[in-house]
């Protein structure tokens, strides 16, 4: 009913910026959130950013003041600006959006590598 095209994701040296998008189609009734997750090797998937309906964001604590997450309502695609890039950051970043009355879905997923 919804899918999710994810683009943006690459290999990047420390201290520099990556911008992920994420697009939405289908059966698009009301979109109430637009999230980035990501996933390292041997790691659980964590919430990175979170943009609720009605503008409200959220970051993970390890994230704040370097990332950004924006949307675009009438193209129904998220963003997730990444500057200051560490090494730590590396993992497989997903998109995640919550679709009335759907429920949630996922992308396939954009590896981000970040080099010492």
């Known amino acids: 009913q919804v899918q999710l095209v994810e683009s943006g994701g690459g290999l990047v040296q420390a201290g520099g910026s990556l911008r992920l998008s994420c697009t939405a189609s289908?059966?698009?009734?009301?979109?109430?959130?637009m999230a980035w997750y990501r996933q390292a090797p041997g790691k659980q998937r964590e919430l990175v950013a979170n943009?609720?309906?009605?503008?409200?964001?959220n970051y993970a604590d390890s994230v704040k003041g370097r990332f950004t997450i924006s949307g675009n309502n009438a193209k129904n695609t998220v963003f997730l600006q990444m500057n200051s890039l560490k090494p730590d950051d590396t993992a497989v970043y997903y998109c995640?959006?919550?679709?009335?009355?759907?429920?949630?879905?996922w992308g396939q997923g954009t590896q981000v590598t970040v080099s010492s």
């Open positions: 995640n959006v919550f679709v009335t009355p759907w429920g949630p879905t």
């Open positions: 289908g059966s698009i009734f009301n979109i109430r959130s």
């Open positions: 943009l609720i309906s009605g503008g409200s964001t």
